[in-house]
């Protein structure tokens, strides 16, 4: 009698996953076509209106560049000459020593003449203490505030609180922006005035050979984990992201370049400290926000100005940082349950609300459970070789496919990746990404589930290898 | 017709056998399709990349020995393909972009035999391409095509018309500032800063038809904003008055905030009577503006009203404040402030070492 139950459960989940596989990779698969389509429609606009020529002949806002840092004194120079020579008319850069608890804020102090300074904050948002201001002499553009530790959302709402400009760049101080990435973010700005927010796509900067700040080639890495979140990027940002971006429906700015209005960042309290998904869950909160109050807005992707970003090559560290990523999802979506199918909120709340809820929060849950179930049926023999196809197909073969596409999308628009080889490993790791990478990553997404309901709020500890490749802790 | 009717012979397995292998077979060709893409992709990237090399290299040197007066315009038009007569345009486009005078005139008149096609793409096709045929036709065909650029800024997307409308403001075609304004509505979403850009754009002969239209009540808010901040990078003297008459009556914060900056920038002591009571007003942006004015045009009897200013629930108001002091020469005042035992002297010190910064 318990075996026939059991039997019937395992078939049953077998069929809730199948559906879930069918569904998810449906959903992606319209997505890439979506984004194809806004892609060249994008190439096409950009031709039209050559964006130096936009930025010469319009007056454009000026911004801060809010950059947290936490123990980065083996990165924080090269960060920070790398953002004094952006090609941007009018911007300062405020970088955050968030307690550092290396030699960082001596480094600074030594590499970019900082003196104390006053500075008196533009918003009253609460932050850890901050011990001193400090601004440049040899670049009077440079403010470091030096303050008590508090978590990245912290130090962000530190750098939001002194920041005087209408726009700010929130962005990782492991990150690296293109030259052009500023003029490139700004455009949905000067082109839509509703425009809140907006995001740019991110790279791996692994494997790349970056000097004094600037990337001067690229190339995939060495590592096959990193290589795999390569690809990972792409199919996120080039699919995923252009797609939602076309349906006006982007719930989601990269923690590690997005360009937001301060004004409407401030009103609506700035960035939660008590997530580690601050980015996510700023975004989400800022659409409630605009919808309650019945303010015009809009949240943008555009795909060209690219920030390059350091990848763990760990598999503890991937670990640890896809548990975050799930952990940041599941607050932002918790937090604003009341969105989901709720008219009120639009295409966010009948649509990219709900695909986050059940396919990218609670989809590792159903992952896991089909292939576990799937384990079992092959073992005891329950599944016949039609539903071993099916199960083979929409989980590999389908999801191949849409990583391929997302080669293809590259392609079409940004083609970084120069070289046959480089193109055609790609392509190779399209195909081995999902046997084992994938599942492991669904693992680490579960853990994330767990942890949050554990109600672990932690960071996790973070090796970087710095531009220059060399391991720091 | 084809016969399906074996699938009803079928048992249900079967049939989802067949089902199956049919899904199967379309997965893998989906796959397989977009893996083709890729690669079509890439080769297509590579051989328009080659073929634009081959196509300016054929092309950069005889047109720079059209304008150097080595060569004539019948020369290089023997070198256009029939299949390359639009990439030709699309060449001149963005060789015109950097160039001006007797230099652009000569692009012109190499574009010319090839302007009827794209004078009819102005009408038809999709929205970028009317966008494109457009700014060909402002770039390289004035005052000819002036008319299809016209019924371009008409057109229906408001992409077009835009692109339009920022071609002929950037070729100075000040008879046409009037169409342009009347069509500023339709491109709402833009920022003010870049349509007043793109006015301003037009030059200094655009002003009095600026000011025609910035009087005019019916234009809405947002346009009289961008009017205002065209007029005040133009620096438009005589808006001043009109400006600070603005200020009395109306009630948009927009536009009184540009005016405001108008009168910064071109206002004189005169107009000081309509800009002080607004020191006063309930929004703290209007307040922060009419400061900031007073920093300019002020005098030795508004350095109490900043002093009050400086204190003002507003930060950004006290901000400005603090900087009017310090440009009405009141750096002791300033000094004093930042000795006070209060939040504020705080601000005043920022400014003050900004000052020395």
Known sequence: MIESYVKILVLCVNGIALG??????????IMGFIAYWGLRRHARRLKLLDIEDLILTSNVPPITII??????????????????????????????????????????????SLAPTDRMPMADLQTAWIRGIYQSDSYPDLWVIDKVNGGKSDALNAGLTFCRTP???????????????????????????????AGGSIRIVNGCTVRNGVLERVGLPRSLLARFQVLEYLRAFLSGRMGWDVLNATIIVSGAFGMFRRRIVIEAGGFATNTVGEDMELIVRLHRHCREKGIPHRVAFVPDPLAWTECPESVLTLGRQRDRWQRGLIDSLTWHLKMLFNPRYGRIGMTAFPHFFFMEMLGPLVETLGYLSFVLALCFGLVNNIYIAAFLMV???????????????EELSLRRYPGWSNFLQLFVLAILENIGYRQLVTFWRVRGILSSILGVKTWGRMSRRGFSGEEVL | MLDLDWIHDLAVE?????????????????AGMFATSAVVFRL??????????????????????????????????????????????????????????????????LARPYLPQVAANVRKGNTESRAEAAQALSILGLPEYAEHVVTAVHDPSPLVAMIAARSLAREKQVEYAQTIIDNIDRFGNWTTSFLSSMLASLGPEVAP??????????????????????????????????????????????????????????????HLPMIRPLVGAADFVVR??????????????????????FLDSSTWVALRAAKALLQLGKAAVLIELAGAANDRALLARQVLAEEVV
């Open chain 1, 167 to 197: 726009l700010f760049c929130a962005m990782d101080s492991d990150s690296l922006l293109e030259r052009d990435a500023l003029t490139r973010i700004v455009r949905p700005f000067l082109e839509d005035a509703t425009t809140i927010a």
């Open chain 1, 395 to 409: 989980a590999f073969v389908l999801g191949a496919a849409l990583s391929i596409a997302a080669i293809g999308l």
């Open chain 2, 44 to 109: 297509r990237n590579i051989r328009m990349t080659a073929y634009w090399e081959r196509l300016e290299r054929k092309w950069e040197t005889e047109v720079i020995a059209v304008m150097a007066g080595e060569k004539d315009c019948p020369s290089l038009w023997r070198r256009v393909g029939k299949n390359e007569e639009l990439s030709f345009i699309d060449f001149l486009v963005r060789f015109a972009r950097r160039l001006e005078g007797e230099e652009r005139r000569v692009l012109s008149e």
């Open chain 1, 20 to 29: 879930y596989f069918v569904i998810l990779n449906t959903t992606y698969l």
């Open chain 2, 288 to 309: 922060a503006h009419a400061i900031t004015v007073l920093g300019t045009l002020g005098t030795a009897a508004d350095v109490p009203i900043l002093r009050d200013a």
């Open chain 2, 14 to 30: 079967d049939r989802i056998f067949l089902l199956l292998i049919g899904s199967i077979a379309f997965v893998f060709c989906l």
């Open chain 2, 209 to 270: 038809t600026l000011r025609r239209a910035f009087v005019d009540p019916r234009q809405s808010p947002q346009v009289c904003t961008v009017l205002t901040e065209s007029l005040r990078e133009l620096h438009d003297l005589p808006a001043a008055d009109l400006a600070a008459e603005k200020l009395g009556s109306e009630e948009d914060r927009e536009v009184l905030a540009a005016c405001l900056r108008l009168l910064g920038e071109v206002g004189g002591p005169r």
């Open chain 1, 67 to 112: 950059c947290p840092a936490y123990n980065e004194e083996n990165t924080c120079i090269e960060a920070i000459r790398a953002l004094c020579t952006l090609n941007y008319p009018s911007y300062e850069v405020v970088f955050v020593n968030d307690g550092s608890e290396d030699g960082t804020m001596q480094r600074l102090i030594n590499a970019f």
